[in-house]
């Protein structure tokens, strides 16, 4: 047995992300991966290890883990856990062993920035600023090991336990961060409504808005992010084979759409280390398939207001990790069925688009067995997400301006030239401006205003209109103002279509 008077202590001192690691006196780092760290250290005492941390992405978590590891020298074992899919999908730890495995070479990040890349079939970045003798050294003094199950890595981590304790493998460094701040536009906190066509589309408008009018605070993870308040998004015409564009700048592909379909729509048994699939909240948690039931509540009363799926119980509040999609809705109004789910806290860069997908998957779903069991042939409408907390983390601020860079001017300026709050005929008639709105449709008349102050009318048209699109407003002011020249000096007006 170990005497526990004559094994050093060792104390883990983590610079990067602190509060998201669980820290022990060993000398094994253990990385769970995507799996939850508390189904591991449950099964261990803090002697045995010398921290337990996730790993969720190869291109923004090894960099802090290696940081941490260079800070902590006594660390000279490592357990890599691969379990789930999340882990499968992310390549997460499989490049994290790819660097200990293979090496690393001077490369470029996505958005152009120098770094060190990591020699895996997995795109996996590490800091510059750590100089390549301190990761060579690291490679060398670390004995690594992968498991792929909660059993096999307890079982590792306590024969290390075991052996007698290794001697640091040098002088804790610390390396410097660089900072990367955004600048700011003004504009307000709470209740955003953005609209597009495509989930690609709208989310490059959502990562714009953010990007440029988010408030800076502080994450519950050890790091910035940029966030508004209440942020509604609109989808209005995703394809049914969804729209995924050439080349593809979504943080997903087709096979990973695939398999995160199954995740909303599927049930699924409850693993131990993995905390949830919105499937199995929605078909099985509270002993109701609640698809099936909102179907058969559509189907009976299809107007009906209550069509209403709930992920959130309220036990999550007695342990971390709860669900961030909590309630869908479904409405069938003017044939069109409708979905609109609200998110408590939504990761805008990362996991939206694969978010609004399954979502619209659902949706489809929905609509295809409702038009199977009943007279009611329904058109897909809208996929409306509403975000309380809409957020982009500062490991990702890089990547969200340099996709703004080169997405977000072409997709404003594919104008239609639509507007819903309708079009505006601006005339001159007996020495008044007159303008009359009209349906965005069949152009039918629905509300006159007249005066002769542009500025005025100006006024009165955005107070009654207060939707109307900015470019618009802008354009009506201009010709309101041509029309006022016009009046003024004799002249006859025809307005700039
Ligand atoms: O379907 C999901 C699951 C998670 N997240 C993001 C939201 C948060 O950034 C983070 C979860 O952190 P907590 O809110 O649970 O702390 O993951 C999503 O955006 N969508």
Redesign the pocket.
């Known amino acids: 047995m170990l005497s526990t008077e004559t094994t050093p202590k060792f104390i883990y001192q983590p610079h990067y992300k602190p509060n998201q690691l669980i820290c022990g006196h060993g000398q094994t780092a253990i990385i769970t991966g995507w799996t939850v760290k508390q189904s591991l250290a449950k099964h261990l005492n803090p002697d045995q290890y010398a921290v337990i941390g996730n790993l969720y992405s190869p291109t923004r978590g090894i960099s802090p883990l290696l940081r941490n590891l260079i800070a902590n020298p006594h660390v000279r074992y490592l357990v890599i856990l691969n379990a789930t899919k999340e882990d499968k999908n992310s390549g997460s730890c499989q490049c994290l062993l790819d660097f200990f495995s293979q090496g690393f070479q001077l490369g470029k990040s996505d958005t152009g920035r120098e770094c060190w890349l990591i020699n895996s079939p997995i795109t996996g970045y590490i800091d510059k600023e750590i100089d390549r003798e301190t990761l060579e050294k690291l490679r060398q003094s670390i004995q690594y090991q992968l498991v792929k199950s909660i059993p096999e890595a307890i079982e590792i981590v306590k024969s290390y336990a075991e052996q007698s304790p290794l001697p640091t493998w040098g002088e804790p460094l610390i390396f410097p961060l660089l900072e990367n701040l955004p600048s700011l536009l003004p504009g307000t906190r709470y209740g955003h409504r953005i609209e597009g066509k495509t989930i690609a589309e709208t989310w490059v408008k959502i990562l714009q808005k953010i990007k440029t009018t988010g408030t800076i605070r502080p994450?519950?993870?050890d790091g910035k992010?940029q966030e508004l308040i209440d942020l509604m998004a609109v989808v209005t015409d995703e394809p049914p084979d969804f729209y995924f564009p050439e080349p593809n700048y979504l943080p997903i592909d087709r096979a990973f759409l695939t398999e995160y379909i199954g995740q909303i729509l599927d049930d699924s048994p409850i693993h131990q280390g993995v905390k949830y699939t919105?499937g199995q909240r929605l078909r099985s948690w509270f002993g109701r398939d609640q698809i099936a039931q909102v179907i058969n509540k559509l189907i009976s009363e299809i107007d009906a207001a209550s069509a209403v799926m709930s992920l959130w119980d309220v036990k999550d509040h007695e342990k971390?990790?709860?669900?961030?999609?909590n309630h869908i809705w479904v409405r069938v109004v003017e044939n069109e069925l409708s979905l609109t789910a609200i998110?408590?806290?939504?990761?805008?860069f990362?996991?939206?688009p694969?978010?609004a997908m399954g979502l619209r998957a659902l949706q489809q779903h929905i609509r295809d067995e409702i038009s199977k069991r009943s007279e009611y042939n329904l058109s897909m409408g809208p996929l409306i997400t509403i975000?309380q907390?809409a957020?982009i983390?500062d490991d990702t601020w890089e990547n969200v301006e340099r996709l703004i860079a080169t997405q977000y001017d072409k997709i404003v300026n594919q104008r239609d030239f639509f507007d819903p709050s309708g079009n505006f005929l601006i005339s001159v008639e007996k020495e008044q401006i007159l303008v009359q709105q009209t349906t965005p449709g069949s152009g039918e008349i629905v509300a006159c205003y007249q005066g002769k102050n542009p500025l005025k009318l100006i006024r009165e048209l955005a107070a009654t209109n207060p939707a109307i699109i900015p470019e618009h407003i802008g354009y009506l002011g201009i010709e309101l103002q041509k029309a006022y020249n016009c009046l003024k000096n004799n002249q006859p007006y025809i307005q700039d279509q």
């Not at 998110?343 to 805008?348: G, I, Q, V, W, Y």
């Open positions: 994450t519950g993870y992010w919105y971390g990790g709860s669900p961030c999609l998110f408590r806290s939504n990761d805008m990362a996991a939206w694969a978010n975000s907390s957020h983390y």
